[in-house]
C-alpha cells in the first residue's frame, strides 16, 4: 500500500519567513495530494491541493510543488503569521473516492 | 468548500456504555465517509470506510463489533463505540468525499473528543 512520510516534524520559524514541509510517497498510482491545517482540538481543513497533471500550485501565500518522479511533494507558505501556527498533514490518494494516506505531520510555529 | 459536520463535539460516558458519533455532509450528498481515530499529537488513523448501502470496510486490527458504522443515507454516517472503556478514549474525526473534480476532495468534520470513565 501507500506510504506517505512527511518531514520536519516541528519547525519553528520568525514571523515573515518562509515555511517549507516536505512529504514523499511510494505508490505511483497516486494522484492527487492535499494539504491539510489542523488547530487544537479541531478537525483537519483543507488549505490546498494538486493533482498528478500539475506541477506547482499557489494561493495567496501558499503554494504546492510536485515530482512526480521523484515521488514528493513539498507545502510552501511564506510571510507566515502566528495565526499559521498549527498542525499541518500532507496526504497522498489514488482519487475517485478512495481513502486517504495521511503523513505524520508537522507542528509549525510561527514566532512573532 | 464543502460542510462536514460531526457531533457531538465533545462527550464523556461512563464504561460499559455506548456512544454515537454523527457525520453529516451538510450541502452534498457523499457515497464515502471515513472514520479516523487521532492520539495526542499522532497523525490519523483510517478505522473504516464507509459506503452509504453496504456494509464498511475496517481496516486491519480495527474491531468492527465495537466501532459499529451505519451509513444509512447518502448525507449521514454513524460511528457507534460499543461498551467503550478507558482505552477507547481518544479524538475521532469523520471525513466525507466532496462533490469536487473528479470526487477526489475530502472534507473533515470537526472532531469528536471521547472521553470514557
Given at each position: ?112 | 468548500?464543502a460542510v462536514v459536520s460531526q457531533h457531538p463535539s465533545r462527550v ?75 482505552e477507547d478514549s481518544s479524538f475521532y474525526i469523520c471525513s466525507a ?21
Amino acid at each position: 500500500g501507500e506510504n506517505v512520510e512527511q518531514h520536519p516534524s516541528t519547525l519553528s520559524v520568525q514571523e515573515g519567513d518562509s515555511a517549507v514541509i516536505k512529504c514523499t510517497y511510494s505508490d505511483s498510482a497516486s494522484n492527487y495530494f492535499p494539504w491539510y491545517k489542523q488547530e487544537l482540538g479541531k478537525g483537519p481543513q483543507l488549505i490546498i491541493d494538486i493533482r498528478s497533471n500539475v506541477g506547482e500550485k499557489k494561493d495567496q501565500r501558499i503554494a504546492v510543488t510536485l515530482n512526480k518522479t521523484a515521488k514528493h511533494f513539498s507545502l510552501h507558505i511564506t510571510e507566515t503569521q502566528p495565526e499559521d501556527s498549527a498542525v499541518y498533514f500532507c496526504a497522498a490518494s489514488i482519487g475517485t473516492g478512495n481513502q486517504f494516506y495521511f503523513g505524520t505531520g508537522t507542528s509549525l510555529t510561527v514566532i512573532p | 468548500g464543502a460542510v462536514v459536520s460531526q457531533h457531538p463535539s465533545r462527550v464523556i460516558c461512563k464504561s460499559g456504555t455506548s456512544v454515537k458519533i454523527e457525520c453529516r455532509s451538510l450541502d452534498f450528498q457523499a457515497t464515502t465517509m471515513f472514520w479516523y481515530r487521532q492520539f495526542p499529537k499522532q497523525s490519523l488513523m483510517l478505522m473504516a470506510t464507509s459506503n452509504e448501502g453496504s456494509k464498511a470496510t475496517y481496516e486491519q486490527g480495527v474491531e468492527k463489533d465495537k466501532f459499529l458504522i451505519n451509513h444509512a443515507s447518502l448525507t449521514l454516517s454513524t460511528l457507534t463505540v460499543t461498551s467503550a472503556h478507558p482505552e477507547d478514549s481518544s479524538f475521532y474525526i469523520c471525513s466525507a468525499i466532496g462533490p469536487g473534480q473528479g470526487n477526489t476532495e475530502a472534507f473533515f468534520g470537526q472532531g469528536t473528543r471521547l472521553t470514557v470513565v
